[in-house]
């Protein structure tokens, strides 16, 4: 069982940034993803960005292109999430979970992911 370890969530003034961190205790990489999920209160867990640890492909969901960067480091077993240009609709509880690279044209799908981290709150308000 991958265990998975979030960090570099906090409180951020709108148009900030921050980069969140996922250490993965192991993985097989040649079949494995990671990809970041983000639940806010009183809505439905959504997939935000997936990289695939083999070749480094990567999926965005559509609210967060262009501003947010998934990027990883085979050497640390770790994917960052890089996040600028932040809003406030951004706010939400970030968990990062492994899986294979999969999406469908309603984007990531929770249940195909079966390792979760437990979390880390990113806040974007004046």
């Known amino acids: 069982q991958v265990q998975l370890v979030e960090s570099g969530g906090g409180l951020v003034q709108p148009g900030g940034s921050l980069r969140l961190s996922c250490a993965a205790s192991?993985?097989?990489?040649?079949?494995?993803?990671i990809a970041w999920f983000r639940q806010a209160p009183g809505k439905e867990r959504e997939g935000v960005s997936c990289?695939?640890?083999?070749?480094?492909?990567?999926y965005y969901a559509d609210s967060v292109k262009g501003r947010f960067t998934i990027s990883r480091d085979n050497s640390k077993n770790t994917v960052y999430l890089q996040m600028n240009s932040l809003k406030p609709e951004d706010t939400a509880v970030y968990y990062c979970?492994?899986?294979?690279?999969?999406?469908?044209?309603?984007?990531?799908?929770?249940?195909?992911?079966?390792?979760w981290g437990q979390g880390t709150q990113v806040t974007v308000s004046s």
């Open positions: 979970a492994t899986g294979p690279f999969y999406y469908s044209d309603s984007g990531l799908s929770p249940q195909h992911f079966s390792s």
């Open positions: 192991a993985f097989t990489r040649d079949y494995y993803a």
């Open positions: 990289i695939s640890m083999s070749d480094g492909e990567t």
